[in-house]
């Protein structure tokens, strides 16, 4: 975040979720000020031009033109770094394993199937995702991601009736499955309904070969340590790290 920006950020007490994303994403991106377009702007935060003009004036300024000659004069200051002397940490031994096992899942998410996911997020609206146990915290999470950029998504898991899914499938368009193994028969259960109605499956699994991965339309495979498919949610690897890095990835290439 560009410091010089942050003044603004300190206005947004009575901003939209939606306002606020696009002034962050503003703060995030500092040199697209006076480069972009408010259509521009608009797409790229998944917003109306109405929302940001409501923006602007919620600031005190007239327009996105004021707006933006505002922001180019707090980008001319010089922006104030505090510089701070500091000992390089000590790391445990395991950080460089787990930064390659990071590297070769990103090099599993090729560039193409990163395009895709990107493509599915600006074309489509509604997602309906689904994660047994310990996915279901991940499933959950890429939920609250997705609901934040406005999408409509829906988390459903093992508690959840059969019914609910079956009722529901028909309004939306993509179902994302949260899965270690990929082998969860709850979880192959919902991608067949959602293969029958004809929905986009995406899948998050471990990278050996699995029934769940098959089935995908889109699959993004993550590197585990563990031996066996039905290893204990206990044993502690870097495959969960993994998943959250992946998806605010995807998320960042697809909205940035």
């Known amino acids: 975040m560009d410091n010089r920006l942050a003044t603004l950020l300190s206005r947004g007490e009575s901003l939209t979720r939606a306002e606020y994303r696009v002034l962050a994403h503003l703060t995030e991106h500092p040199l697209l000020v006076g480069h972009i ?18 923006l602007c004036r919620k600031l005190g300024f007239s327009g996105f033109s004021e707006f933006t000659w505002h922001c180019k004069q707090l980008l ?10 500091r000992q ?4 445990p031994a395991l950080f460089s394993q787990f930064i390659a096992n990071y590297q070769q899942t990103f090099q599993w998410a090729t560039a193409e199937k990163r395009r895709h996911f990107a493509e599915l997020l600006r074309e489509k609206e509604s997602f309906f995702l689904y994660g ?19 999408k409509t998504a829906f988390i459903s898991g093992p508690g959840d009736s059969r019914n609910i899914f079956l009722s529901n499938a028909s309004r939306y368009q993509v179902f994302i499955a949260v899965s270690r193994s990929g082998e969860t028969e709850q979880v192959l259960d919902k991608a067949r309904i959602a293969q029958n109605v004809g929905m986009t499956v ?3 699994t471990r990278a050996s070969a699995n029934t769940l991965a098959g089935m995908a339309d889109l699959h993004f495979a993550l590197y585990d340590e ?28 697809a909205t940035g």
Not at 76 to 85: K, L, V
Not at 88 to 91: G, R, T
Not at 132 to 150: D, I, N, W
């Open 202 to 204: 995406v899948a998050f």
């Open 88 to 91: 390089p940490a000590e790391l």
């Open 37 to 54: 377009t408010v259509r521009e702007l608009a797409q790229a935060t998944f917003v109306s031009t109405a929302t940001i003009m409501r």
């Open 226 to 253: 563990a031996v066996h498919f039905a290893a204990e949610a206990a044993g502690v690897t870097s495959f969960e790290s993994n998943l959250v890095l992946l998806m605010d990835l995807l998320l960042l290439e």
């Open 76 to 85: 001319s200051d010089t922006p104030h770094i505090t510089a701070e002397t």
């Open 132 to 150: 047994a146990g310990f996915s279901y915290l991940f499933a959950e999470y890429l939920t609250k991601k997705l609901q934040v950029l406005g």
